[in-house]
């Protein structure tokens, strides 16, 4: 754990907390924001691209087979719960479970730089199951709003097909599935061309995203009273179960030590930048005091500090 929490990317992360807290003028340009989610997008493309294509299909299929499986079964039963336990409405249940289903890019970042300061070994074609969970859980989530959607709303619902158009052609979803296919192509020779600006200075970059991330989730910090204690409890129990479950099926498809503590990662993960752009226009009912408070402000933080060397050690122990 101290390993973990011991890192510039970590301490930075928290270092964002306590600026936010003590009300400190710190804050990054708009501009250089996105500049950094752009430029990480693309490094996890590109590498996982590249060595996705030196992988043979025999090991690729399993765990993306478990990998689909976990982002659309995973919203089912958070609505489920959400609206029977935790009495929200169905827009909320829907947002909530839309979030939950989805994976983090940056939660992925961090736990690849985890096991890379650590040397543990881990399959190089992560980063393509990071692809294929990220949409699927968020058009489930705001399919089950529609479905329990009284008939007089559901006139005035934007289209799934204009919601599906606009998560691909957002820039999450381009540039990961873009430079994946780039990364896949380009080969040896392409992909030593830039591996000195998306290779090494990859940390780098990640302390300085998860700093500002540490500025957002300070400040998100005061909603937490907003979601109740019944919020707060599933966005840190939750991502344990889902944890868990999500490295038993990656031991049973053939995973290492160091690929299913990732694939648990991603199912622990709760997306804040593509599901809340999709929730804002697909379900603008729903109150983002909820979805984005349990995301970014409850089980992003606890991820980062406390999940990832509690993840390696419960998937030495399924390992074992």
């Known amino acids: 754990m101290l390993s973990s929490i011991l890192t510039p990317m970590v301490l930075a992360f928290l270092l964002g907390i306590i600026a936010s807290r003590v009300k400190s003028d710190l804050k990054f340009p708009d501009s250089l924001y996105q500049s950094l989610t752009i430029y990480l997008?693309?490094?996890?493309?590109?590498?996982?691209?590249?060595?996705?294509?030196l992988a043979n299909f025999s090991e690729v299929w399993q765990p993306?087979?478990?990998?689909?499986?976990?982002?659309?079964?995973?919203?089912?039963?958070?609505?489920?719960?959400?609206?029977?336990?935790?009495?929200?409405?169905?827009?909320?249940?829907?947002?909530?479970?839309?979030h939950?289903?989805?994976?983090?890019?940056?939660?992925?970042?961090?736990?690849?730089?985890?096991?890379?300061?650590?040397?543990?070994?881990?399959?190089?074609?992560?980063?393509?199951?990071l692809a294929m969970?990220?949409?699927?859980?968020?058009?489930?989530?705001?399919?089950?709003?529609?479905?329990?959607a009284p008939v007089t709303q559901q006139q005035d619902q934007v289209p799934l097909k204009e919601v599906a158009r606009e998560l691909l052609a957002g820039k999450s979803s381009l540039l990961l599935i873009g430079f994946l296919t780039i990364g896949?192509?380009?080969?040896?020779?392409?992909?030593?061309?830039v591996a000195p600006l998306f290779d090494a200075p990859f940390k780098g970059v990640l302390t300085?995203?998860?700093?500002?991330?540490?500025?957002?989730?300070?400040?998100?910090?005061?909603?937490?009273k907003k979601g109740g204690v019944f919020l707060i409890g599933f966005g840190i129990?939750?991502?344990?179960?889902?944890?868990?479950?999500?490295?038993?099926?990656?031991?049973?498809?053939?995973?290492?030590?160091?690929?299913?503590?990732i694939l648990g990662v991603l199912a622990s993960s709760a997306s804040y930048i593509a599901a809340?752009?999709?929730?804002?226009?697909?379900?603008?009912?729903?109150?983002?005091?909820?979805?984005?408070?349990?995301?970014?402000?409850?089980?992003?933080?606890?991820?980062i500090t406390l999940g990832l060397p509690l993840y390696h050690e419960i998937a030495k122990l399924i390992i074992s």
Not at 184 to 193: I, K, P, Y
Request: aromatic share 10%; charged share 10%.
């Open 41 to 53: 997008l693309i490094a996890i493309g590109l590498k996982g691209g590249h060595k996705l294509a």
């Open 237 to 261: 129990i939750f991502p344990i179960i889902h944890a868990t479950i999500g490295i038993t099926l990656a031991h049973w498809a053939g995973l290492g030590l160091g690929g299913a503590t």
């Open 133 to 148: 969970m990220e949409i699927p859980a968020i058009l489930i989530g705001i399919s089950l709003a529609r479905i329990n």
């Open 100 to 129: 939950y289903g989805s994976v983090s890019a940056v939660t992925f970042s961090a736990a690849l730089a985890f096991h890379d300061t650590l040397k543990i070994p881990y399959e190089g074609f992560m980063p393509s199951l």
């Open 208 to 224: 300085l995203f998860l700093l500002e991330a540490g500025l957002v989730a300070g400040r998100k910090l005061s909603d937490l």
């Open 184 to 193: 896949f192509f380009v080969g040896d020779t392409g992909w030593d061309q």
């Open 276 to 303: 809340p752009a999709a929730c804002r226009v697909a379900l603008p009912e729903a109150n983002p005091s909820y979805y984005l408070t349990a995301a970014l402000a409850i089980t992003f933080p606890f991820n």
């Open 64 to 98: 993306a087979l478990v990998a689909v499986g976990l982002c659309c079964t995973i919203p089912l039963w958070t609505y489920g719960l959400m609206r029977k336990v935790g009495k929200f409405d169905v827009p909320n249940a829907a947002a909530l479970a839309a």
